[in-house]
């Protein structure tokens, strides 16, 4: 990695022109050049500082594919932080469990390195090597830190004579909650582990891949060398060196309350939900409470809390203020490294489905029962629910939000319209069933009104293309498509190599135009594979349909056969979207993010492929269950095929979606 810029290079090339063309250069340019040269002797000096910190770690064996990223293979970098042998690095760099790890000092010894910790919050690693007398990089204290000031990234990859460097300028300071510096200076995943230092050489943080919308294992590695690098502040790490020491895994540090609002510009941390046995509910926050103050930090807005908590580590306590109604609440919380799984409880309605521009209703329709349900006999086809518990119900969301607060076990009263009479009921709500009903009729979809018309919008086969994109998808929108109707949306996420346009259509299109189902086919840029950064491709494409189509929020789901992991990738990175994941052929590599009931999420496998294939899908099926997601196991086709006599099957999984 080169220190000068193209502006650097051209200018010190025009000032070798100008030297060998006339013997005095123009005052100007000569101090220009003065500057430059100044520069890059600053940035040689500080890497020279750092020099003696920074090793090269190779590691032996393991997987060469990790989440549908090639991993690194080669040598990366470390970072002595202790004189008798700890050097602290980026996790990345062992997310292919390699059998043995060697490090690689800056006097060229070679030794055996074990593996003692890990902040899974901060992706780091730390390693123990069996030396004494080493150099550990001074930390640059984070008080001094300033956008604008240079970062220069170091990495002792390929030449152990010298590190290579990269210069940039800090873009940006407390990112991901507060957890990292950003940089613009070019990096790459061998340097992952490799420290950026100032010009004094001392450590402003170490290069990790993060990501701001996921804590996914490889979230981030897609933004490398795009002038968007994070690294964790050496001055943090140096402050929980001693638990990683111990060998102690350092994990993310947990409350136990969520918000109905966590995107930059939310306002007041006003407690939405409060998770069963966590650390919050065991102090005694409620709902509806208010927190205000963190250790003395005014949280004022749900950001802030989340920043201030970003850097907490599960073990830590905190000192939490909360203002309930005209009180003020005070509770010292320890931060849990895990939460019991969420779960919500099961009324066995699915609700009527309310053409848009329909007028107002009172309570949620009931368009069906649900057999085996805890409404099978108590609540009938027709019915309007107009309360749950102590809560007026108006739509069926306010129903949904209301029973998933409710777990399974607990019994709640539902009042009920039926022919004019209200009338209560007492249910005892289950879990969510894992079964698909052998028979769901189809919800009535009207047909368009003559009045109405399409407004240019395409229906049947078609292709279409996002803007700034030269690549197309493809869409199926069924022929009667009615704009005040809202249609479930199929993303069809295709097998490396083949689209299988052609046969996926034929497959559902009768289904498609049965239940109202809009079908979409984006398609790898190299059709051989998916990368991970085209998750971002396919949340446009999404968007794209919403503006288009009239489309039911419920019923959006991601569908991939033996697509290598992608559409559980995009899956769970884009949760607010996709409320429903379809797969096939696939099992799951590395744990989900946790059941969060902000954003409910049902899962469908199908159980193809080859017989080790099934069985890890059947594995993954009941790991999922085990953390509480409603997932559904059904059987598919032996070998590689798609499995098209599911395909009704899985029309009705979609069809129940927005059950409650």
């Not at 489905?353 to 209703?361: H, I, K, L, S, Y």
């Not at 869409?475 to 097998?495: F, G, K």
């Amino acid at each position: 990695m080169s220190s000068w810029s193209g502006v650097q290079r051209l200018g010190a090339c025009m000032a070798i022109m100008l030297t060998l063309a006339s013997p005095a250069p123009p005052p100007a340019l000569a101090q220009s050049t003065s500057l430059d040269l100044q520069e890059e002797a600053a940035f040689k000096q500080a890497a020279t500082l750092a020099e003696p910190s920074i090793v090269q770690i190779q590691t032996v064996g393991g997987l060469d594919v990790v989440d549908q990223i090639l991993v690194a293979s080669g040598p990366t970098t470390g970072v002595i932080v202790s004189d008798d042998g700890y050097v602290i690095t980026s996790s990345f760099n062992f997310l292919n469990k390699p059998s043995s790890v060697i490090v690689l000092t800056a006097d060229g010894k070679k030794y055996p390195a074990e593996i003692i910790a890990a902040d899974k919050a901060r992706k780091l690693t730390l390693l123990r090597i069996e030396a004494r007398g080493l150099t550990p990089l001074p930390a640059a204290p984070k008080s001094e830190f300033r956008v604008g000031q240079w970062s220069i990234a170091l990495g002792r990859t390929f030449d152990l004579s010298f590190p290579s460097l990269s210069v940039g300028v800090l873009s940006a300071l407390d990112r991901i909650y507060g957890r990292a510096v950003q940089t613009d200076a070019k990096i790459s995943p061998v340097n992952y582990g490799g420290p950026i230092v100032d010009v004094q050489g001392r450590g402003i943080g170490l290069l990790v891949p993060m990501s701001p919308q996921e804590d996914a294992e490889t979230a981030g590695v897609e933004w490398y060398d795009g002038g968007i690098g994070f690294a964790v502040p050496m001055e943090d790490i140096y402050r929980v060196l001693p638990r990683l020491k111990t060998g102690e895994t350092l994990m993310p540090g947990l409350m136990g309350v969520s918000f109905s609002d966590i995107s930059p510009l939310a306002g007041e941390a006003r407690v939405d939900r409060v998770r069963p046995e966590s650390p919050g509910a065991k102090a005694g926050l409620k709902v509806g409470d208010v927190i205000v103050e963190i250790d003395g930090h005014r949280t004022e807005r749900i950001p802030a809390l989340r920043h201030y908590l970003g850097n907490k580590n599960a073990g830590e306590t905190i000192r939490v203020v909360a203002r309930r109604g005209e009180e003020s609440i005070t509770a010292e919380i320890k931060l849990a490294d895990v939460l019991l799984p969420y779960e919500s409880g099961y009324l066995g309605v699915l609700p009527e489905r309310v053409e848009r521009d329909a007028g107002a209703f009172s309570g949620a329709g009931v368009r069906d029962v649900l057999p085996g349900s805890p409404a099978e006999g108590q609540i009938a086809r027709g019915d309007r629910i107009v309360g749950f518990g102590d809560a007026k119900i108006a739509t069926a969301e306010e129903l949904l939000d209301r029973v998933s607060r409710v777990k399974p076990g607990e019994t709640a009263s539902v009042r009920l319209l039926r022919g004019g009479q209200e009338r209560t009921v007492e249910l005892k709500l289950k879990s969510i069933p894992n079964e698909v009903p052998a028979e769901l009729s189809p919800s009535p979809i009207p047909s368009r009104p003559a009045e109405v018309g399409l407004d240019g919008r395409q229906i049947g086969r078609f292709e279409a293309q996002i803007a700034g994109e030269e690549r197309k998808f493809w869409m199926y929108v069924p022929d009667d498509y009615n704009p005040r109707h809202e249609y479930a949306v199929l993303v069809w996420i295709h097998p490396p190599g083949d689209t299988l346009e052609a046969d996926f259509l034929k497959a559902w299109q009768v289904e498609a135009n049965r239940r109202g189902v809009i079908l979409v086919g984006p398609r790898a840029e190299d059709l051989a594979r998916w990368t991970p950064d085209e998750a971002d491709y396919v949340k446009g494409i999404m968007e794209w349909v919403r503006e288009q189509y009239s489309v039911d929020e419920k019923r959006i789901v991601v569908h991939g056969h033996r697509d290598g992991g992608f559409a559980w990738l995009v899956g769970f990175r884009q949760r607010e979207t996709f409320g429903g994941l379809m797969i096939s052929g696939t099992p799951l590599k590395q744990a989900p993010a946790d059941n969060d009931p902000a954003t409910r999420q049902q899962i469908l496998l199908i159980a193809s492929g080859t017989e080790p294939v099934v069985k890890a899908i059947q594995q993954t099926a009941a790991g999922l269950q085990r953390l509480k997601f409603p997932a559904t196991l059904i059987e598919g086709t032996d070998g590689n095929a798609y499995p098209t006599d599911q395909v009704e099957a899985m029309a009705r999984w979609i069809d129940l979606l927005d059950r409650i």
